[in-house]
């Protein structure tokens, strides 16, 4: 027996039975049943689908005729109206989806697997191939940009056989020259089309009409703002910001109450709708009110860095209470609490990793000699310890000198970094200015940065005389030698 044999022999076995058959008398369901199964499986009863007599299998009482099984939905895409293409185990399916339902085969050209093969005979190709290798000659039209059959112009350009044949042709919306591949409308008139479009479909997500109409009018704006086509690709962001408001509002509040809700982060990434708002009236944006927002969120970190029940949380808690106390009393800001919280974290940190809670003189005395300038900053949260826990630990009194010499090992770093650099722009000099001010004179570092050019004098023999408040400071030229000297 050849094996052709075989595999027909195989194809024609029954699988209710497992016996060979001459004849498949039906595939249901993609199980085949020979003529001694199908009369002992199918018996003749009522369709429970359309009410005729049909032959059925006695083991599934939902079961309906072939008339009802092609008369279903497609079983993938669920269109009601087409050719069926397909009776899968799954139901009928159209001939759109019928390809998906197919064994992948290899490529004959390529031999990627593939559900999708086919023969083409534009370009002489005898064997099945994918898609790939059947749309060789295919690409973005150079003139609409549409992905199609492409040939070569008299100018050189690729061109789909529309723009090739037709050229530029005058839109039939606005009548502005659109090239012919684009087909009923410009690009400038699809973009305008499909926001207007979607504002539409986000505008029935409201159940205010006075918030459909406020992000009707929003929507329209961002089209003269960034342009349509942008503002199509990013409407429905917005949606959930507006629908936020309409539950809790119902319309926009002021300032002061989008700012509680949202906070300052937040508002930041809704910077369009808040412009919008602006400038339509609706609200008045305070700095100060976004920079108390942003204090309280760092706070809020700040605070979070413990675990809560922790004695680094307990202490850090009760130092912020106490301050609360003071801000109510206006006798403090919220920006001071911050700057005051930041360092007293710290502190615990540092007390934290000596395992010495609550800190005593050690840790703050290890903590100052790293960080001198944080002292302070640090006087609220110690005088809270030594009063409130009766920790025996006091400010040491700030060293001078030690500051001074780290001062000027920094000056000087950064003179040597300028003349390295080198220079004679107006700006490079008065960076110099500034730094050899501040090292050889004491003077902060911004007076050379924004002391007036009529109070600088070049000197011939190289160096600055500099005044500043009534008194003449020298100042080196960018020459190490002069500085040596």
Request: hydrophobic letters at 35%; aromatic letters at 8%.
């Given at each position: ?21 001459v004849k498949i008398w039906r595939v ?65 399916v159209c001939n759109a989806c019928l ?164 906070g300052t982060l937040r508002l930041r ?217």
């Amino acid at each position: 027996m050849t094996d052709t044999d075989m595999e027909h022999l195989k194809e024609q076995q029954c699988d209710e039975c497992g016996k060979p058959a001459v004849k498949i008398w039906r595939v249901y369901k993609g199980h085949r049943y020979c003529s001694t199964c199908y009369a002992r499986v199918f018996k003749r009863r009522i369709c429970p689908g359309c009410g005729n007599f049909a032959r059925l299998p006695k083991n599934q009482p939902n079961a309906v005729c072939q008339r009802c099984e092609i008369n279903k939905p497609c079983a993938r895409c669920g269109k009601t109206d087409y050719e069926i293409g397909k009776i899968t185990i799954y139901g009928p399916v159209c001939n759109a989806c019928l390809p998906y339902f197919h064994e992948p085969k290899p490529c004959g050209l390529c031999g990627k697997l593939s559900i999708f093969l086919s023969r083409v005979k534009r370009l002489n190709i005898e064997v099945p191939v994918c898609p790939s290798c059947a749309r060789p000659d295919h690409g973005n039209c150079q003139a609409c940009r549409r992905h199609r059959l492409l040939t070569e112009a008299p100018d050189g350009r690729m061109l789909c056989n529309v723009c090739l044949e037709k050229g530029n042709v005058p839109c039939p919306e606005c009548g502005e020259t659109m090239p012919a591949g684009y087909g009923r409308r410009c690009e400038a008139c699809y973009w305008k089309s499909l926001l207007e479009k979607r504002i539409k479909m986000d505008c029935a997500a409201f159940s205010s009409p006075q918030m459909a109409a406020f992000f009707e009018a929003f929507g329209q704006w961002l089209g003269r703002k960034v342009g349509a086509k942008k503002a199509a690709s990013t409407i429905h962001r917005y949606l959930s910001f507006f629908i936020e408001i309409e539950q809790q509002w119902k319309e926009i509040p002021k300032y002061d109450m989008l700012l509680a809700h949202f906070g300052t982060l937040r508002l930041r990434r809704m910077l369009l709708p808040v412009s919008w708002m602006e400038e339509r009236g609706f609200i008045v944006p305070s700095a100060v009110a976004k920079e108390d927002d942003s204090n309280r969120r760092r706070i809020t970190t700040i605070l979070n860095k413990f675990p809560t029940g922790s004695p680094e949380q307990v202490l850090l808690s009760g130092y912020h209470q106490l301050m609360i106390k003071s801000l109510e009393a206006d006798k403090t800001t919220i920006g001071s609490i911050r700057l005051a919280l930041s360092p007293a974290a710290a502190l615990l940190l540092k007390a934290k990793d000596m395992k010495c809670m609550p800190p005593n003189q050690k840790v703050l005395d290890t903590y100052l000699e790293t960080t001198p300038g944080q002292r302070a900053a640090l006087s609220g949260f110690i005088c809270y310890l030594r009063d409130t826990h009766e920790v025996k630990i006091t400010l040491p009194k700030p060293n001078t000198e030690k500051a001074q010499r780290n001062r000027k090992k920094k000056l000087e770093a950064e003179m040597l970094v300028l003349m390295q650099e080198g220079g004679n722009s107006d700006e490079f000099m008065r960076r110099w200015l500034s730094v050899a001010l501040a090292y050889f004179h004491g003077l902060p570092k911004k007076v050379g940065k924004t002391m007036p050019n009529d109070q600088i004098a070049e000197q011939e023999n190289g160096g600055f005389n500099v005044t500043w408040k009534e008194q003449i400071y020298w100042v080196p030229s960018v020459d190490i030698n002069a500085i040596r000297t």
